[in-house]
């Protein structure tokens, strides 16, 4: 059994997309959860997400694969934003009410 977080990765599906993510490493949840302390939750979910997810298949109009991308991330719509958020959460044990705490 590894002790690293990357060694730890887990496909999802959220609504038609695919997503593989990786366990976060404690480094990862400490700067997230500072970000959610600090009152910055969509920070913080951003992070979350860039720092999780290894691949995917989300695609753009054109039906091309897009980049896991700050930018993409800051422009996906909001309520799979928070699907996405709450599988790495979920995977990862941590809940961002317990990264308030």
Request: glycine letters at 4%; hydrophobic letters at 40%; zero cysteines.
């Amino acid at each position: 059994m590894s002790i690293f977080a990357e060694d730890y990765t887990r496909e999802v599906k959220v609504e038609d997309i695919t997503v593989k993510i990786k366990k976060l490493s404690l480094k990862d949840q400490m700067e997230a959860a500072k970000k959610f302390n600090d009152g910055e939750e969509a920070a913080g979910s951003v992070d979350l997400l860039m720092k999780s997810i290894v691949e995917w298949n989300a695609k753009d109009k054109e039906n091309k694969v897009v980049p896991i991308t700050i930018e993409v991330i800051g422009k996906m719509r909001g309520d799979l934003a928070i699907k996405l958020t709450e599988a790495v959460t979920d995977f990862n044990s941590i809940k961002t009410d317990e990264a308030k705490n």
